[in-house]
């Protein structure tokens, strides 16, 4: 894949040299506001089950290219695909694209149990106890479950925010968050799970996550 050396992301194009059977391609996709570009026109495939990360400065446009992904942002020009499907008139609600974003948008009065349920619940799915407990396991939370967000630590907030986005088993998890925060250990539990254990028709297609580039 070739990277941009400039401080805009999609100055120079970048492109992967995977086929076009990528599960997340974006072709000749841009963000514009007024007269100021956000993201200029930019080609990507992201291969399915591959983890990839956009870095680049602050304001060059990796968050915005993560929120057109998942229908958060409509693109000036381009387009998105998700496996065969166009995706780009899609709303976000209709996309099998979920996102942990930087302030992780737990709900404050929900316990943890219950926003891991959330969108399952909101599914329809009466019986949610097995599917949130094997995930709170998953991301070292078990015994939080009854807890509210503000009695977590700054990880443990992000790990509920990883575990409600897995959970409804998305074809592409995408985060705008540094993974500090995060214990590594956990990391890699949730990295196997999203790629590994899940069956094949239910399996992520590609976990996103932009990182901020250290001096």
Not at 74 to 97: I, M, N, W
Not at 105 to 123: C, K, S, T, Y
Not at 161 to 188: E, K, M, Q, Y
Request: net charge positive; aromatic share 6%.
């Amino acid at each position: 894949m070739k990277r941009s050396s400039r401080s805009s992301l999609g100055r120079d194009e970048m492109k992967t040299t995977t086929n076009a059977g990528g599960d997340v391609r974006l072709s000749g996709i841009s963000k514009t506001y007024g007269s100021f570009t956000a993201v200029h026109p930019l080609d990507l495939t992201v291969p399915q089950g591959s983890f990839f990360a956009l870095l680049g400065a602050s304001g060059c446009g990796k968050t915005t290219t993560l929120r057109m992904i998942a229908g958060l942002e409509e693109p000036t020009s381009g387009t998105v695909h998700l496996g065969d499907q166009d995706v780009t008139a899609l709303p976000p609600y209709k996309r099998p694209v979920n996102t942990v974003f930087q302030s992780y948008a737990l709900f404050p009065h929900l316990d943890i149990f219950e926003n891991v349920a959330f969108g399952l619940r909101r599914r329809g799915i009466k019986s949610v106890k097995k599917q949130v407990e094997e995930m709170l396991e998953l991301v070292q939370l078990g015994e939080q479950a009854r807890k509210k967000p503000h009695q977590l630590s700054g990880g443990q907030q992000q790990r509920v925010a990883v575990a409600r986005a897995l959970i409804n088993h998305p074809r592409c998890s995408s985060s705008t968050s540094p993974s500090a925060p995060s214990t590594s250990s956990c990391a890699a539990r949730c990295s196997w799970s999203s790629n590994a254990s899940r069956p094949r028709s239910a399996s992520p297609s590609c976990t996103s996550r932009t990182t901020r580039r250290r001096p």
